[in-house]
């Protein structure tokens, strides 16, 4: 069966990838950034094309979307930041909570970074939770790595998974001995994961320094660099992680652009990508969760 996709805060369509790999139906966007709009525009000419959230009126899309995704603005709660939270004027969180109350997809599936999980105590963390159960969802949050695909980089990132109690026929009363779970809970007994927060959360724990405190006591964070140099490059070869590095536009004539891109510099394409990398999540990772979501429609006749 194939779902129904529509995604926000799209980035350059890291979600839109993921959803195409599963061979289902990308019917919207919502982007505000101009150069990843014109990048979602060139691979998905098709798809409806929405720029400005606070704008956007979803209710024509109410009971077509099966799936609902987005990375809302990771900024206000990232370690590279401020970590202005909440009171960032990029915390658009209750922006993307009105677009699922206007669509009400069966599924939501919500990305942010790491340090969402801890800000202001894990309030925000709490708050996407206690949102998406008010809606009726059950949701279960997890923290993947990039490096958990075989990419060479950790990124750890929050992932919420949401799906609508009431297409399941489960109960909204709260199991009462602690031992119960539902048939949608138990699709992902293969992700290890340790109880989180209150609340229903889970989370997967993968951080580990030990070894970088212990290298940086014994004086060896030289040696292991040069170590973990030797393993990346190992890596590269075994394919891994295909199609990267890809080859620089400055060794050919041909800069790699599609024709329908012409007219980007080779330096603002540079800058730009690398931002719109910065921000972006790896279409790899979300794969995982959609073919999970994918065989429970399988497995239950949706």
Avoid at 23 to 33: L, P, Y
Wanted: charged share 25%; proline share 5%.
């Amino acid at each position: 069966m194939s779902l129904n996709h529509g995604s926000l805060f799209s980035g350059g369509g890291g979600f839109d990838l993921a959803a195409e790999m599963m061979g289902w139906n990308n019917i919207f966007h919502c982007e505000i950034d101009p150069f990843c709009n014109r990048i979602l525009n060139y691979y998905w000419p098709k798809a409806y094309h929405f720029h400005d959230i606070q704008k956007f009126d979803a209710t024509s899309f109410k009971g077509k979307i099966d799936i609902l995704t987005g990375g809302f603005p990771c900024q206000p709660f990232s370690t590279a930041g401020k970590r202005k939270g909440t009171a960032d004027s990029r915390h658009l969180w209750p922006q993307m909570l009105r677009i699922i109350r206007e669509i009400k997809p069966e599924w939501v599936v919500g990305e942010n970074v790491y340090g969402i999980v801890s800000w202001n105590e894990g309030v925000v963390f709490e708050q996407v939770h206690s949102d998406l159960e008010r809606e009726g969802y059950e949701v279960q949050t997890f923290v993947l790595p990039a490096c958990g695909v075989n990419a060479p980089h950790r990124r750890y990132r929050a992932w919420f998974i949401a799906h609508a109690i009431a297409r399941t026929g489960c109960s909204q009363e709260p199991a009462t001995d602690g031992k119960q779970e539902t048939a949608h809970s138990s699709q992902w007994k293969d992700i290890h994961h340790q109880p989180g927060r209150p609340g229903g959360s889970q989370l997967a724990s993968y951080t580990d320094n030990s070894g970088l405190e212990r290298r940086k006591k014994t004086g060896n964070t030289t040696e292991s660099r040069e170590k973990q140099i030797k393993q990346f490059a190992r890596l590269c070869k075994s394919g891994y992680w295909r199609c990267w590095p890809t080859q620089s536009p400055v060794c050919s004539r041909d800069d790699g652009l599609p024709a329908k891109l012409d007219g980007i510099t080779f330096s603002k394409w540079r800058r730009e990508s690398i931002r719109m990398y910065g921000n972006a999540i790896v279409p790899q990772v979300a794969l995982q969760i959609f073919k999970a979501i994918q065989e429970y429609h399988n497995v239950n006749g949706r």
